[in-house]
């Protein structure tokens, strides 16, 4: 029976080809337009909470109780149960230590404000992939731990390049101002607050330098499972007496709430396209009825059930989303695929996008919930549209359908 | 006589005209309201960064934004004022020095921007008199007396009447250093700037600071704010080629691209939903041709050519579209101007703008009639195109197919 029902609807949907082709390109073009962009707006946000956590905050970071609040450098982190969690739980992916101090930078002819992070370059290369973001000189602190890397803003300020020398002063930990005289020997840009304010140092030349003799400022950790594992981790991590565990979202609560903005957007986008879109569908499918109330005025006459002929209004409707739908997923996964392989470059508004704390190029993400959720909301807009030609046709009666011209 | 059949053809289709007047109309206002939305938000984000402390209009050294070291100052501010105050068109000028220093309080040490500042031009230049918190504003009679940023006083953990020391380098590249007392603290909402900054009256930074006369930059407020490109260009005419002048959207150049990029992305996003509705639009338009198929065939076949059918069919099409787009205006209008005098407050979202500088969570809508004409024309262009394909698709049927069309 089924393969009747479906040979009818198409029959019925290939007699009316132009308007059919014109519902299935709309739904495609609906989806395509869709997926691209919540696929470039969610790589947009994770680009950015991606260069926040593996060059800033890491998934966690602990700090001394009370640091957050006063950035004291007498609030340290020193303790051998963190270690001992740190080095034996397994879903904690890496972590790196910092020690770091506000100070500033001069060069011969200006200064600036700075913060100084005192860093194991093998330790962050690990966790972060620190390295990844030098764009100038190298990852290296030189011999005698004599170099620095530096935020690339600031080196345009300084006006500084590699091999440029600069004095970082800082206080230190018996309240004295320290200061020491470094070579550049890397810039990087990690597209946040980093490239404006960073100094990074050796960790064992900060220790010497603030007279730090044991512990730490800030511990960055990353998990292997993030959204899985970092509620529960952070709760056992504030079990340790004298720590202060903060996540991601909680140093960086601008991008959550980026994350929520958007997230709440592209909701809206979808919800007025495929209200618009089943719009577009129950008009087709209103006239598709409402043209052959007299062939379904005889069918029901005939002995054909309701639901039979019910069957075949909404197999129309839905091979027209499903036609739509495998259109728009090609083309909208097509699409995804290149920006998420080659990105899109808008080196044009540079600048703009640093603003925002994203790099030039903005690669896509491709998740398979776009799809699932895309086909859901398709096939309910079909469903929608097709129910009230069908009720419709429910109340009138056989008779009267036949004397329909 | 095309005007009374199309009416007439448009009340007989009363449901297809009100779903495509709904549609267009619902489109209309989308778009005016949207618009509006995004340039008033971007306007205000644009005008208070602007406002709270950078100005409409910076003069510096030629060099200066590139290098901001000390060679490249400007030298001679008496000079450049009195040149100023003869171009037309300037209300308000000020100078400024800003340099970095550390400041040092009883147990902390932070490093962070000292701006000297003269306390009665700056009143009018930027907002920092506006965003006193505590203490009070700085005067021109001021010696060492400053002006902290909420957040700097909390780093250095002092409270009005407190006092504070300072270690930096002197115009003339010499050390210098002083004692600070805490007149006032400012909120501006910008987390960086009220995280390291300070200003003292420039009268005492000049001494303090071997500046005499000296400046970083010199902030001129137009008499118009939208046209400081057009007075930066005459400035930087009678100024010479060792000076530059940079109206706002040239020195505030990454917020003005951010705020363009938004936009852009926004009328992308739009452009989904309008070509949705172009299609929605396009098939009732084509259900509703297509169904008076024979109705046309018959007027073709008693001698209607089919340029008077076109013209009729188009039309309709018309008389829809202007009615929609009356009534979008309307609506999309109403809610602009509400807008524009009642701005949305996006509580909740305030760190993501402080993030960015942008110190704003209320978003007005701006209200420009000439917007909304736009912004209407936009949407009865499209409504008419799409109408296009079905008047062509039942226009190439011959008079018999189109009496036979089912």
């Known amino acids: 029976m089924f393969r009747v029902i479906m040979k009818l609807a198409w029959a019925s949907l290939s007699r009316r080809r132009g308007r059919s082709l014109l519902v299935i390109s709309m739904i495609a073009v609906c989806l395509w337009g869709l997926l691209s962009l919540e696929g470039l707006y969610d790589g947009m946000i994770a680009q950015m909470i991606q260069n926040a956590t593996r060059s800033d905050s890491g998934d966690i970071s602990i700090f001394a109780k009370g640091y957050r609040q006063n950035n004291e450098l007498a609030e340290l982190v020193d303790s051998a149960a963190l270690d001992k969690f740190l080095k034996n739980d397994g879903r904690i992916l890496s972590f790196s230590k910092r020690i770091m101090q506000s100070g500033l930078v001069a060069t011969a002819h200006y200064a600036r404000n700075i913060t100084i992070y005192g860093i194991d370059l093998t330790e962050e290369q690990k966790n972060g992939r620190l390295n990844n973001y030098i764009v100038s000189g190298e990852y290296s602190f030189a011999n005698r731990s004599k170099g620095a890397i530096i935020g690339a803003e600031l080196a345009s300020k300084l006006s500084a390049k590699i091999g440029s020398k600069i004095i970082i002063s800082a206080q230190n930990m018996v309240n004295e101002v320290s200061s020491s005289a470094l070579k550049i020997t890397g810039i990087l840009k990690t597209h946040t607050v980093l490239d404006k304010n960073a100094v990074f140092i050796d960790r064992q030349k900060t220790r010497d330098l603030l007279m730090v003799p044991r512990g730490i400022t800030q511990v960055l950790v990353t998990l292997k499972n993030r959204n899985k594992d970092i509620a529960v981790i952070q709760g056992d991590l504030a079990g340790i007496d004298g720590l202060e565990v903060w996540r991601w979202d909680e140093i960086y609560p601008a991008l959550l709430q980026s994350k929520q903005m958007n997230e709440k957007f592209n909701l809206i986008i979808s919800f007025l396209v495929f209200c618009v879109a089943g719009l577009g569908i129950f008009g087709v499918m209103s006239v598709s009825v409402l043209e052959r109330m007299r062939e379904f005025g005889i069918m029901l006459a005939l002995g054909t059930k309701f639901s039979q002929i019910g069957s075949i209004i909404m197999l129309e409707a839905f091979l027209m989303a499903i036609m739509g739908f495998g259109t728009g997923s090609v083309f909208g996964g097509a699409t995804l695929y290149y920006l998420k392989q080659y990105g899109l470059n808008l080196a044009i508004f540079s600048k703009g996008l640093e603003a925002f704390g994203m790099d030039s190029v903005m690669r896509a993400v491709i998740r398979p919930q776009y799809f699932f959720l895309a086909l859901a909301a398709v096939m309910l807009a079909a469903f929608v549209s097709a129910l009230l030609p069908l009720r419709f046709l429910q109340r009138a009666k056989p008779v009267s359908l036949i004397q329909t011209i | ?406």
């Not at chain 2, 100023?84 to 068109?89: K, Q, R, V």
């Not at chain 2, 705020?259 to 009328?267: I, K, R």
């Not at chain 2, 007027?299 to 050519?305: K, N, P, Q, S, Y």
């Not at chain 2, 004409?373 to 190439?396: E, G, H, M, Q």
């Open chain 2, 1 to 406: 006589m095309f005007i009374k059949i199309a009416i007439k053809n448009i009340c007989a289709y009363r449901k297809r005209s009100i779903i495509t007047v709904a549609l267009t109309a619902f489109s209309t206002a989308l778009l005016i309201f949207s618009s509006a939305l995004m340039t008033g938000s971007h306007n205000k984000m644009l005008a208070n960064a602007v406002e709270v402390y950078p100005g409409y209009l910076q003069i510096t050294q030629k060099d200066f934004r590139d290098v901001p070291s000390y060679d490249n100052l400007i030298f001679d501010v008496k000079a450049m004022h009195r040149k100023l105050s003869s171009i037309p068109g300037i209300a308000a000028i000020g100078a400024r020095f800003e340099t970095f220093v550390l400041f040092a309080a009883e147990n902390k040490t932070v490093g962070g921007m000292l701006a000297g500042i003269e306390p009665k031009n700056e009143n009018r230049l930027s907002r920092l008199a506006q965003s006193l918190k505590e203490g009070s504003y700085l005067s021109d009679g001021d010696a060492a007396q400053v002006y902290l940023g909420v957040g700097l006083a909390k780093k250095l953990q002092v409270k009005v009447g407190d006092t504070l020391a300072f270690v930096g380098t002197g115009a003339d590249y010499s050390f210098s250093a002083d004692i600070l007392y805490v007149k006032g603290i400012f909120q501006t909402g910008s987390f960086d700037f009220d995280n390291s900054t300070a200003f003292v009256n420039k009268a005492y930074f000049d001494d303090a600071m071997a500046a005499e006369n000296y400046a970083t930059q010199i902030i001129v407020l137009p008499q118009n704010p939208s046209k400081s490109d057009a007075l930066a260009e005459q400035i930087n005419q009678q100024l010479g080629t060792e000076y530059q002048a940079l109206g706002w959207r040239k020195s505030m150049d990454g917020l003005v691209e951010a705020m363009e990029l938004d936009s852009v992305f926004g009328y992308i996003s739009l452009a989904i939903i309008f070509l949705v509705i172009f299609f929605v639009i396009m098939i009732y338009t084509l259900l509703n041709i297509m169904g008076r198929s024979r109705e046309i065939g018959m007027m073709r076949a008693l001698g209607t050519t089919p340029g008077q059918v076109f013209i009729m069919l188009w039309m309709e099409c018309l008389i829809l579209g202007m009615l929609s787009v009356f009534i979008g205006g309307l609506f999309g209008g109403g809610l602009t101007a509400y807008f524009h005098f009642h701005p949305i407050q996006l509580s909740g979202y305030e760190e993501q703008f402080k993030q960015y500088g942008l110190m704003a969570a209320a978003l007005p809508t701006v209200f420009r009639p000439i917007m909304i004409a736009r912004d209407i024309l936009i949407i009865l262009t499209l409504s008419l195109f799409a109408a296009i394909y079905p008047i062509f698709k039942v226009n190439r049927y011959r008079p018999l197919e189109a009496i036979h069309h089912v």
